[in-house]
């Protein structure tokens, strides 16, 4: 205390005597000289290069100026950005386009800005998310479709290029704090490890902060999540659901940015899990929709084009486009059929407005900082159409499906009263898509459809967009986002980024719309094309082929022979009158084009394989398990996915463990995969081994010793004898303890293809779910682990080839779905 107050009263007298000296003349000399004024910024290479100024020839700094500090800034009064991108939300969905759920949020946005009624994405995920953050086309960014089919095609590789900066990393180099929250789907999914290369991970594509998931899809109630690249561990709180906590972590993230940096926008990426399967939600928000989806999917589609017509969303006349033949006509369903698909549609719909409650909080939340007004924006009301993917049915457990385990609609509704709730996987029958993509024929998937590419859109600028509550119908794509958002900001489009020229950005800028509702489409011209499914736009005319439906896996003919469609969206906007017979050379002029704009934007070859593209070496994809038998794991590597961990299905293999019991015994999970949806785990209960077998929820298999294992070293071996014969097939499990078995019991069935697409493999722990519900999560090992070891042995070759030939199919279905 002493030496502080000593400290102060020199500091105080040196002060006063600095205050009675002179200036020298250098100095004089010098601050009667103009001060240095730093050049402007040259905002087209980034980083903005440092100013070089000549080394100081002075040799007191008392007697010297220092040069203009250097220091990255936004232009003056550029906008804060928030880009809103819903999962799986169609055309007909949202209240804000005519639909049946409720999303108060996009009604604000809409009301008090502006509402788009033909913006378009690409109809499937990852493309989607690539083309909106980067303004380049999807094959440009690598993303042909999702980072799971990648394969080794220019344009299909599932590796975004050095080329292709994304938005986040333009604005960050320009002076932007810059965060997401929620989905990814952008990393390819080998490089989602500790080995790398993180060089697409969204902390290393622009992303200051990074809050969220890097697959398709995730539990919501028990997701696995990435806090930049390290992963988060789960509260306990049973109340938990991931949609509240990226909101909650997003409020946090923005008000701490304003606090410290008031004068600094902010770029922030919010994309939830919602409306994507599993539809997760709690009860409560389901209940608002009690009753309201029992007149069935036919009529909710006249329902939903009459509201659209009445809100101007939809031209008057229009009329419904046909339905697909697929889905059935509501009065031909049964009463239980009829019972469990309305109560789908309610959790969905749920779903969805908890989704925008949330939203609609996070908002708020600017607004009290009281920056809202220079907040640019963008709602979009899904990343594709509505997906189709739980097939006629809809889903209890997602997984069943792609393991060929046929859920009927009785089996479904033993869980009515759990759809939604954390004992469920589920998703909705097809006919909801078809009805949430009103007035369109089809779906998610189908590019070559609006009923897969168009998405509602609400853009909300307070000071930059003086009309209110208009309607805005120029045709745009979601690659107008990233210029609308630099040309707001007065940025201009960066020539190099990070050493690397850049392709240019290929969309449009849309902010010519905000104040000019006649203003004509800048978009004139937009190939579609995903898993062969394709499409052209051109001045109005629409011109596309169905090469396959969401809930075919199967190619309705070779892409040579696929039968095109021809509209005039001018005068057909559900796309229900096929011109294609009657103006066939307009049909060939626009097929003509399409083929030109694949060959320049890296479109083409067109890839429809379905069953090979899940198949790492047979299209050329990295792997990381490739050609191995056997992997040693430690104590805390967790979240290993199936794309990085080694596939132990359909074949004999042995578990082995090296660990140290301590004297009062051990407890917990030695290693274990996925969770309660269909898994294994390794553990000690109790101090003794036991393993258990989840198979999809439904049938547990656990082989237990009856004795605990002693203190001290000991090797745990888990043994599987597989049964072979088929995929899928059961086996003999025996548990032995330092080369001594100590039990041995059926497991009579396995799963064939998939665990999860979310939750890994974790040693030490079960982290997300539990395998099984003889313990609660994480349930970690009390003892020491020093490492496992899993050997695979060989399997019959007629096996083999079985088991090629269905993980290629399941698989497929899986990576479609996401």
């Known amino acids: 205390m002493r030496r502080n107050t000593i400290f102060h009263m020199i500091t105080l007298a040196l002060a006063a005597f600095l205050s009675t000296v002179p200036p020298s003349p250098v100095a004089a000399q010098q601050a009667a000289a103009p001060a240095q004024v730093a050049p402007p910024p040259d905002r087209t290479v980034l980083p903005i290069p440092e100013p070089r100024y000549p080394h100081s020839t002075v040799l007191n700094a008392r007697n010297a100026t220092p040069p203009p500090r250097s220091e990255v800034k936004a232009p003056a009064n550029a906008p804060n950005v928030l880009i809103v991108l819903i999962d799986d939300m169609g055309f007909g969905q949202s209240s804000a386009f005519g639909g049946p759920v409720n999303m108060p949020t ?8 502006l509402r788009y009624n033909e913006f378009h994405t690409t109809a499937l995920c990852s493309p989607t998310r690539a083309a909106l953050l980067s303004g380049r086309n999807h094959h440009m960014n690598n993303m042909g479709s999702i980072t799971e089919t990648a394969t080794a095609f220019p344009g299909q590789t599932g590796q975004r290029p050095n080329s292709v900066a994304p ?29 790398g290369p993180t060089d697409r991970w969204p902390t290393r594509s622009g992303f200051d902060k990074f809050y969220g998931f890097l697959g398709g899809e995730t539990n919501q109630w028990a997701p696995l999540l990435y806090d930049g690249m390290n992963q988060v561990e789960l509260p306990t709180d049973p109340n938990y659901h991931f949609m509240t906590d990226m909101t909650d972590q997003a409020i946090k993230w923005v008000q701490a940015e304003k606090s410290l940096t008031p004068d600094k926008p902010f770029f922030i990426y919010f994309a939830p899990g919602a409306t994507h399967a599993p539809h997760h939600v709690p009860k409560e928000w389901i209940a608002r929709y009690k009753g309201k989806f029992d007149q069935g999917w036919d009529k909710l589609r006249e329902e939903t084009l009459a509201r659209q017509i009445k809100l101007g969303v939809v031209p008057a ?12 006509d509501w009065a031909t369903l049964s009463p239980d059929e009829k019972k469990l698909f309305a109560r789908q549609m309610e959790v969905f719909a749920g779903f969805g407005e908890y989704a925008d409650a949330e939203i609609g909080r996070l908002i708020r939340a600017i607004e009290a900082t009281g920056h809202l007004g220079n907040t640019l924006i963008f709602y979009i009301v899904g990343d594709n159409g509505s997906s189709a993917e739980g097939g006629m049915n809809g889903l209890f457990n997602e997984y069943t499906y792609f393991n060929g385990a046929h859920e009927t609609v009785q089996d479904i509704l033993k869980h009515y009263d759990e759809l939604g709730g954390p004992t469920t996987y589920p998703h909705f029958a097809a006919g909801w898509a078809v009805a949430g993509d009103t007035p369109f024929t089809w779906t998610k998937q189908v590019a070559s459809s609006y009923g897969g590419t168009r998405n509602g859109m609400a853009i909300h600028w307070p000071r930059g967009i003086t009309a209110k509550g208009e309607l805005r119908s120029q045709w745009h794509h979601v690659i107008d986002i990233a210029p609308t958002i630099l040309e707001a900001a007065g940025l201009p489009e960066p020539k190099s980024v990070n050493g690397t020229a850049q392709t240019p950005i290929e969309g449009v800028s849309m902010v010519y719309t905000f104040a000019d509702s006649k203003a004509p489409s800048r978009h004139t011209t937009q190939y579609f094309e995903i898993f062969g499914n394709r499409a052209i736009y051109r001045d109005g005319w629409l011109a596309g082929t169905v090469h396959r439906a969401a809930w075919e896996f199967k190619a309705r003919r070779p892409l040579e022979d696929d039968i095109w469609e021809l509209y005039d969206t001018r005068t057909d906007f559900s796309l229900a009158n096929d011109l294609a017979a009657k103006n066939p050379v307009k049909l060939k002029e626009l097929q003509d084009l399409f083929l030109k704009e694949a060959v320049k934007y890296s479109v083409l070859p067109l890839d429809d394989r379905l069953t090979e593209r899940f198949v790492a070496a047979l299209v050329g994809r990295p792997d990381l398990m490739a050609g191995r038998t056997s992997l040693t794991v430690y104590d805390g590597m967790k979240g290993m996915s199936e794309n990085v961990f080694i596939n132990l299905k359909n074949k004999s293999h042995t578990i082995t463990a090296e660990v140290e019991i301590p004297k009062n015994g051990a407890d917990g999970v030695i290693l274990a995969q996925a969770g309660r949806f269909g898994g294994w785990s390794f553990y000690l209960k109790n101090g003794k081994p036991a393993y258990t077998y989840n198979w999809l929820g439904l049938q547990r298999y656990t082989v237990a010793a009856t004795q605990s294992v002693p203190a001290g070293k000991a090797t745990l071996r888990f043994d599987f004898a597989y049964d072979g014969g088929g995929l899928g097939k059961g086996g003999t499990g025996t548990l032995f303890v330092n080369g001594k078995e100590v039990a041995k019991g059926r497991i009579e069935k396995t799963q064939f293809a998939v665990f999860s697409a979310d939750e890994g493999a974790d040693v030490g722990a079960d982290e997300g779910t539990p395998v099984t519900e003889a313990y609660k999560v994480p349930f970690k090992f009390t003892g020491k682990i020093d490492k496992v070891t899993i050997d695979l042995k060989e399997m019959k070759t007629a096996d083999k080839e079985k088991a090629e030939t269905a993980r290629k199919e399941a698989g497929m279905k899986k990576a479609l779905s996401d």
């Open 167 to 195: 938005v986040a990393e333009m604005l960050r180099l320009n002076g932007y704090s810059t965060a997401a929250f929620g989905k990814s789907h952008e990393t390819a999914a080998w490089e989602v490890s500790p080995s």
């Open 106 to 113: 996009v009604d604000r946005m809409a009301n008090a800005g």
């Open 317 to 328: 006349g229009t009329k419904l486009a046909p339905k697909p033949e697929a889905i059935k």
